[in-house]
Structure formats: structure tokens, C-alpha cells
């Protein structure tokens, strides 16, 4: 079974913290995604990577950067958390379908 | 640009009632259309998909089928229980594998 886990289930930061989701894939999948999800907007792609130390900004980048140093792992990062980032956020991995994790859901007061 | 539209929810229903929640999108070229589905408290799990014009895709009971022609997934169960109350996405991408396109998600609310 193919399993994508992301490194915690809840988070509560303050605003102006510098904060770090990971999110790691067990497939050797080249594709890795982030995702935030928000009630009555559905997902929203915020990057992606289809390779090692490879990145490409998705539909809501503004605000995350991410990493990509092993093929495993795809870090997200909030260079200064704010209050309308709190939300679930979601990784998946994929060769042809994709795999998510259970999501980090980030509270940032 | 490519878009998937979804039924609102939510949807209310009792045990053993026949489901649907209709699903359109808008592609270029010929894309890979999905289902995922929520649990509480969970991640995304794939439900169904459907890779190329009148595939269907089904698992656990669900079924919908690629229709190029009303360029439309439909997701359908003959008789839905308790336990498949959820939020259901449909999804697209362009090219196997790449970043999906999800519709806004629609809440399922069975009761016995």
C-alpha cells in the first residue's frame, strides 16, 4: 500500500512564526503536491515537484516556499506564518494517481 | 483555463436511497477524471477513476462513467448506508500523474 505521511496532524503557530510541514512518500514517486483545503473552496494546488530539487509554483504559492532535497521528501514551508493560512493542508504523492496524506490541519493565532 | 463544477451539498438522504452527485468539467486535450472521498478527520482516499471517454470507473458499491459528449463524471450508488456519509470530490488532470483540478466538494449526509 502506498502510504504518504505528513509529520503532524494539528499545529497551532503564531503569526510571523516560520513554519514546516513535511510530508514523506514510501512509492519512489517522482511527483510530489501540496495542497490547502478550505470550507467551500475545495482544493487548491500551492506547488508541486516532478523531480529532485525541482519546484513549480501552483495556483496559491504567495506566502509558502517549499523543498525538495530527497525524492521521498516534499517540505512546506510558511516563511511568516499569518492568520489566513490557518487551514488543512495536504500532501500527495503520484506516479498516475495520486496518494494523499491525512493532512496537517495549522491553526495560526 | 481547465475547471471541474460539482453539485452543492449538502445532500441528505436515508439508508438504502439511490445517490447522485453530478460532476462537469471543462478540458483541453483529453484529461483523467476522478472521484476521491473524506472521511471525518481524514485525508483524501480515491474512490474511482476513469482515464479515457466512456471508461467507467467503480469500486465499493460507486460507479460513474467518462462521458466526453456532455463532458460530464457522475458519481452514482444504488443504494447508499451510514457509512458512506463523507465529502466527495471530483477531480481532473491533464496528463496521468500531474496536479489534479478538484471541484468544491460535496457533503454526503446518510441517515438511518
Known amino acids: 500500500d502506498v502510504k504518504v505521511t505528513q509529520s503532524s496532524r494539528y499545529l497551532v503557530k503564531r503569526t510571523g512564526e516560520k513554519v514546516f510541514l513535511e510530508c514523506v512518500q514510501d512509492m519512489d514517486h517522482e511527483n510530489m503536491f501540496w495542497y490547502r483545503q478550505d470550507p467551500g473552496l475545495g482544493l487548491r494546488l500551492i506547488y508541486f515537484?516532478?523531480?529532485?530539487?525541482?519546484?513549480e509554483k501552483g495556483d496559491i504559492p504567495e506566502g509558502y516556499s517549499v523543498s525538495r532535497e530527497k525524492k521521498e521528501r516534499f517540505s512546506l514551508i510558511l516563511e511568516s506564518a499569518s492568520t489566513n493560512q490557518t487551514s488543512m493542508y495536504l500532501c500527495?504523492?503520484?506516479?498516475?494517481?495520486?496518494?494523499f496524506g491525512p493532512g496537517t490541519r495549522l491553526l495560526v493565532l | 483555463g481547465d475547471s471541474v463544477t460539482q453539485m452543492e451539498g449538502p445532500v441528505t438522504l436515508s439508508e438504502e436511497a439511490f445517490l447522485t452527485i453530478n460532476c462537469t468539467y471543462t478540458a483541453t486535450g483529453y484529461p483523467s477524471l476522478f472521484w476521491y472521498v473524506q472521511y471525518p478527520g481524514e485525508g483524501l482516499q480515491l474512490l474511482l477513476k476513469a482515464t479515457k471517454a466512456d471508461d467507467k470507473g467503480s469500486n465499493k458499491g460507486f460507479e460513474a462513467t467518462y462521458r466526453k459528449e456532455t463532458t460530464s463524471f457522475h458519481l452514482e450508488k444504488g443504494s447508499v448506508q451510514v457509512s458512506d456519509s463523507a465529502v466527495y470530490f471530483c477531480a481532473l488532470s491533464a496528463k496521468a500523474g500531474t496536479a489534479l483540478i478538484f471541484g468544491k466538494g460535496t457533503t454526503l449526509s446518510v441517515s438511518s
Open positions: 500527495a504523492s503520484s506516479a498516475e494517481t495520486q496518494y
Open positions: 515537484s516532478y523531480d529532485v530539487k525541482m519546484k
